[in-house]
């Protein structure tokens, strides 16, 4: 069948036309970039995927572990083995068609000595069925593994720049990130997660690991109390954490959340170790002490228990091991 159309709609069907070629052009021309107040500490930007809001009543199940705290006190859920159902949790993320993101860093050495088993370990149980994106940064493009990925999952690497301290590396580490999101990660992921490589997935990381912001309680200070923290406890420190302040130590090997909110984190963190450089004082744990002192003051909506960051000492209320800790060669590895 032809359709007719007489003069005057013609007329105004090629001038949509027109108006919409023209639009193009320039759009092409002019991407839309990222608008950004002048005040440092407020960057607004739009971000591609809105929150997802969860009510974890529904899915959280906070008597399934008796021996364990299993919420903080402000409310968030502390993820334990029997806390939650994999299938259900797995199906919620699926259907909203979530992205997730995984940032690791490999510098000099760690490339040979942990990358490729971190990430073939992670295409086995990080967020298994989800979409991944992996952003591999490394300092020397040509060492990274090629890597058979599942389908939905793809990896991009990096070229960072090569820093000799390790901790100006993992100091480094937030000022990449936070560059990354800004330029790449934003436009690309629902979620994100941060990692360190010297570990490997060893069980089920999955989308129940998923919040607006997620923090990882550190093994080697879960039993311990608040005054053993090992918090920077320097008052002219950014990162300094009174004794009676503190609600967990932190690991800095493992953090996520929107990528919103992990910009925010990485950004607050990065302004603190430039704060401190430029009093010469440089934080007990590096990144980590500004890491706790950021959740300190923004409280992250989903915990870790150590069953997804596990130092491989047995321990009776570690039913679950996730991801646990590589030897750690440091004489080998770091350069001082
Ligand atoms: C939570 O877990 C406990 C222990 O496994 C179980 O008895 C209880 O029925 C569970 N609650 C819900 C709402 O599933
Ligand atoms: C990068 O790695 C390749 C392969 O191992 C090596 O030949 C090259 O020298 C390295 N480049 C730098 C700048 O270290
Ligand atoms: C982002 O960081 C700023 C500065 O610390 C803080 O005021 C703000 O509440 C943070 N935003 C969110 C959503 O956490």
């Known amino acids: 069948m032809q359709v007719r159309l ?16 023209l639009s193009l052009v320039y759009i092409s021309f002019n991407s839309p970039r990222l608008i950004m107040r002048a005040a440092k500490d407020k960057p607004e930007f739009k971000w591609r995927k809105s929150y997802i809001i969860t009510k974890y009543e529904n899915w959280f199940n906070d008597s399934a572990v008796t021996d364990q705290q299993t919420k903080t006190s402000w409310g968030a859920p502390i993820m334990w083995e029997g ?13 909203k068609k979530v992205v997730i993101g995984l940032t690791v860093f ?38 990274a593994p090629e890597l058979q990925m599942s389908p939905g999952r793809t990896m991009n690497v990096i070229k960072v720049p090569k820093q000799s301290r ?39 990381f999955g989308a129940e690991a998923l919040a607006d912001s997620v923090a990882q309680i550190h093994s080697a200070f879960l039993t311990a109390s608040r005054n053993q923290f090992t918090y920077e406890r320097n ?14 130590y932190y690991h800095a090997a493992v953090f ?48 870790l228990s150590p069953e997804y960051c596990w130092d491989r000492r047995p321990a009776k209320y570690i039913r679950y091991v996730r991801m646990k800790w590589m030897p750690k060669d440091y004489k080998k590895l770091r350069d001082n």
């Open 6 to 21: 007489d003069s005057r709609k013609q007329l105004l069907f090629i001038a949509l036309t027109c108006a919409t070629l």
């Open 106 to 143: 490999a510098i000099g050495r760690y490339i040979d000595r942990y990358l490729k088993d971190f990430l073939v370990s992670a295409e086995q149980h990080f967020m298994k069925g989800l979409q991944v994106i992996y952003y591999v940064m490394v300092d020397n493009v040509s060492k």
């Open 256 to 303: 996520g959340g929107t990528p919103y909110l992990v910009f925010n984190l990485t950004r607050n963190c990065l302004d603190g170790i430039i704060r401190d450089k430029s009093k010469g004082i440089e934080a007990v744990w590096h990144d980590e002490s500004h890491l706790n002192r950021y959740f300190l003051d923004h409280k992250p909506a989903k915990l």
């Open 166 to 204: 390790w901790q100006d590396i993992s100091m480094m580490r937030m000022q990449q990130i936070n560059d990354l999101i800004q330029d790449k990660i934003r436009f690309e992921v629902t979620y994100l997660f941060c990692f360190d490589v010297d570990q490997v997935f060893v069980g089920r």
């Open 83 to 95: 806390t939650f159902d994999p299938l259900e949790r797995d199906e919620f993320y699926i259907q």
């Open 235 to 248: 008052p002219n420190s950014a990162a300094y954490i009174a004794p009676e302040e503190g609600d967990f």
